[in-house]
């Protein structure tokens, strides 16, 4: 069994095989299919042609069940949604909503078990995490 990824508001899976499949909603209020990969630090995306983003737009993520809004409570430029791995253990992937930007972290018991990606020291030492 390969990780699940969850929307933590409908627990529905959001992923297709080694797709992480999102609405984005651009500055503009235009939305669009985005999809992620799965594999930690492969930052390559893919998305709807009629969607226009660019490297530094900020990107709002929204779940494609339920249309709940994956931001972080306390720092927008983050978004959030659930992993559970093959053991079954659950945790919070938290990530960069700014396009272009490299930042993962794996949150369990609100402390953060592993990062991936160039931008990591631009979140790190915030307070988001403590509302997780």
Known sequence: MKNRYICPKCRNNINIENNIVLIAKNEFDQKGIIMLQTKFG??????????????G?????LCPVCHANLSNLKN???????IIDQSKKESLLVFSQIY????TYVIEDKVVKKSFGDDLGKYIDSDWILLI
């Open 57 to 61: 737009d900020k990107v709002k993520f």
């Open 76 to 82: 927008d430029c983050l978004a959030s949604f659930n």
């Open 100 to 103: 272009g930007e490299k930042c």
């Open 42 to 55: 492969d930052y390559s995306t893919k998305f709807s042609s009629d969607f226009t983003i660019i490297e």
